[in-house]
């Protein structure tokens, strides 16, 4: 059985991910529809390519990863 301590523990962990969670959800737009994370890995998607790519939600790595499977899969 857990004690006080083991108990406050676990709810200090649980506030700091919904803090980091709410952190992130504020950083995630940029104003044009871009993410500021890639929502495949959670890599940072750098300044210039959210501003070539607007409404960019991958990484580079992560959207070549992606295309590659599609071609893979005959879907373009």
Request: net charge negative; hydrophobic share 35%.
């Amino acid at each position: 059985m857990a004690d006080h301590a083991d108990t406050a523990a676990e709810l200090q962990e649980l506030a700091n991910q919904a803090a980091l969670e709410r952190h992130r959800e504020q950083q995630t737009n940029d104003g044009e529809g871009s993410s500021t994370w890639c929502e495949e890995c959670d890599e940072v998607i750098p300044h210039g390519r959210r501003l070539a790519v607007p409404g960019v939600k991958l990484c580079i790595q992560c959207a070549s990863d992606l295309e590659y499977q599609l071609k893979r899969q005959g879907v373009i």
